[in-house]
């Protein structure tokens, strides 16, 4: 192991962003150098508390960059993680939902290609992807993932056109259809259903049911998969990350595990 600091570059200082850096903050193995915002957005004042000496910049650096992180969604995969593949710079993406728009799974892997370095997908807030990609290796005949979070999860999303949120006595499924469907539809809310259909049967063969429930105070996602196997059935009560009700805070845990594994002598 080097021991030099992995210098890491961050792309979206949002909520989940933010959180990543208190939650790396004074790690000797890691080194914020750089943090990629859009043109014209405010300067991030987590960034200016725990890591004053790093550059807020409109694009990853050409050079002094070990590792880019993202954080910040579709529009960041496309112009700052396809770039730093192609220049050989491994990358690390948590807005997996984003991979629900089609030929970007594929630009990806082509550009990793390209650059000789790796592309790392996330678990996020979901368990069991190493079993279920595991398993898809003997082959899968089912895999379904049911989001259920509470009604306010669910402000902004087509949710609130369709259904009258504030009024529900009981849970309403607000959406069922295909990893794909759902990931496109609701972005903010499906990265968990891209997650597990990548990891699956894809994101045309993974069934989705997405569900507002006043009844309940956290983010609850059940995945079932059948195969050659056998089976499984997981349930996650996640805790929501303060800031972000649409986001579960083992998001930014899975995040900073991922970063932690580049510098760790043993990782699991």
């Not at 903050?25 to 990629?36: E, K, N, S």
């Not at 910049?57 to 770039?83: F, K, R, Y």
């Not at 998969?225 to 303060?242: D, H």
């Not at 805070?249 to 510098?263: C, D, F, G, K, Q």
Request: charged share 15%.
């Amino acid at each position: 192991m080097s021991s030099s600091p992995i210098r890491l570059a961050l792309v979206g200082c949002g909520a989940i962003g933010s959180a990543l850096l208190e939650l790396i903050h004074g790690d000797a193995g890691l080194q914020v150098v750089a943090i990629v915002l859009p043109h014209g957005a405010p300067r991030c004042e987590a960034a200016q508390r725990l890591v004053p000496h790093a550059l807020q910049v409109e694009s990853v650096p050409t050079s002094g960059i070990d590792l880019v992180v993202e954080a910040a969604g579709h529009a960041a995969i496309e112009q700052q993680v396809l770039p730093a593949l192609r220049r050989g710079i491994p990358c690390i993406i948590a807005s997996v939902g984003a991979l629900s728009a089609p030929g970007l799974a594929e630009g990806l892997d082509a550009a990793a290609r390209s650059g000789h370095t790796q592309v790392q997908l996330i678990a996020g807030a979901i368990g069991a992807i190493d079993a279920l990609a595991a398993a898809r290796l003997g082959g899968l005949d089912l895999v379904r993932y049911t989001g259920r979070k509470p009604v306010h999860a669910w402000t902004g999303t087509p949710a609130e056109q369709a259904f009258e949120l504030g009024a529900l006595k009981g849970p309403v499924v607000i959406f069922e259809g295909s990893a794909r469907e759902a990931a496109a539809r609701y972005p903010k809310n499906a990265n968990v259903a891209a997650t597990v259909s990548l990891a699956g049967l894809g994101l045309d063969g993974t069934t989705v049911r997405l569900i507002a429930d006043p009844g309940v105070q956290e983010n609850i996602h059940t995945v079932e998969a059948q195969g050659a196997f056998g089976s499984f059935e997981l349930v996650m009560r996640n805790k929501a990350l303060a800031g972000n009700p649409k986001t579960s805070a083992l998001t930014v845990y899975s995040a900073v595990r991922a970063v932690r594994n580049h510098v760790a002598a043993v990782s699991i």
